[in-house]
């Protein structure tokens, strides 16, 4: 039987997982978690996981200094960590601290953990509740959870077009620039966001040449480093003056190209590529492809999970929306619809595709008004299986 919680309880988790939020972008590899050190219904202390390396959010909470922590409830996003990893067992300190009762968000997903910091906490004679705002607290580390069960990260498939499905002029050259933006301003501005949180934004090397994009965050109070720039180049294509290179005071971006097979007949360039773009100041990882130079999906995923990239958002172009839906390599879809009909150009996505009677589903929709433009927002559920007949 399911644990009926309070609406005390749940304002108190609404909080922590507001807490939570604001390390967004800043504890990769870790969560993002939220605490909150309650009694009698008065919130004694907050903590959040600030960043990677610092205190968890339990004893950040915990360490406020005049709190006395004996007989108080703990309120915590996820499941306190019971292992020793840069930093101690939060289970150990909220041991040492007293505390009467644990409210739990949901369970932590690591092998490392599962279920384990609950166990220790009670065999301690510690009242522990699982399940507050449960879905809520999963979805905030969506992310995380599917980094430690399938090694790759998160994939969100995020697009801008017209209403009748373009995405782009197929003119790779515009006489005004500002023509190549299909949405407004603020559509424009809430794809920043979408931008700060997610660790890695992924273009193919075709939008690169066409638009030049720097691929940062540019919103106010947004953090210098942002998230890793990307780049699938299979050929090495990247301008060594590309924005996304030159930019200052960003991360190196990350160009991924094809390893070149055994007499290829282009190695001499393509190494004379790789050596100008790491003068530049990129970084160059090659992955294996096939003959026409094209990186499996899956190995590009699992190349990021192993350099800690647990969410990454795809903006393009079509041919990098077809790859990632073509190996159902996508979770969640953000798509800009502005209102305009153009007739033609370049469409959102080019490809093999799937089976027309196995497509990707989604649900459910979340639909909002950004400026003069619509963002429809979903999940994927899954391939919808063909029934037997």
Known sequence: MSKVFS???QRFMREALALAERGRGRTRPNPVVGALLVRG????????????GLPHAEIEALSHKGVRTQGATLYVTLEPCCHQGRTGPCTEAIERAGIRRVVVGCCDQNPLVS????????????????????????KQNRAFFV?????????????????????????????????????????????????????AVLVGVGTVLADNPRLTVRLPGASKAGPLRVVLDGHLRTPPSARLIRQLGAPP??????????????????????????????????????????????????????????????????????AFISACRVDSVAFFLAPRLVGA?????????????????????????????????????????????
């Open 115 to 138: 279920g384990r910091g609950v166990l220790h906490l009670r065999r301690a004679g510690i009242r522990v509740d699982v399940g507050c705002l449960d879905q809520e607290c999963r």
């Open 7 to 9: 609406e005390a309880d």
């Open 345 to 389: 150009g370049r469409p959102i996505v080019e490809g093999t595709g799937l089976d027309w009677r196995t497509p990707l589903r989604l649900g459910p929709l979340q639909v909002h008004a950004i400026g003069e433009d619509i963002l429809v927002e979903a999940d994927v559920l899954g391939p919808k299986l063909r029934r037997r007949s």
């Open 147 to 199: 980094w430690v069960r399938a090694h790759r990260p998160w994939v969100a498939l995020k697009v801008a077009s017209t209403l009748d499905g373009f995405i782009a002029s197929k003119q790779t050259k515009l006489r005004d620039p500002s023509a190549r933006f299909v949405t407004g301003t603020a559509a424009r501005a809430h794809a920043h966001v979408l931008r700060g949180q997610h660790d």
């Open 253 to 322: 971006a990350l160009i991924i190209g094809a390893q070149p097979g055994k007499g290829a007949k282009d190695a001499r360039a393509r190494l004379a590529r790789e050596r100008a773009l790491r003068r530049a100041g990129a970084e160059v990882l090659l992955l294996p492809a096939d003959r026409a130079g094209r990186i499996s999906i899956p190995h590009l995923l699992r190349a990021l999970a192993e350099g800690g990239v647990q969410s990454l958002l795809v903006e393009g172009g079509s041919r990098i929306h077809g």
């Open 41 to 52: 219904g008065r919130v004694l202390a907050r903590g959040y996981h600030r960043r990677s």
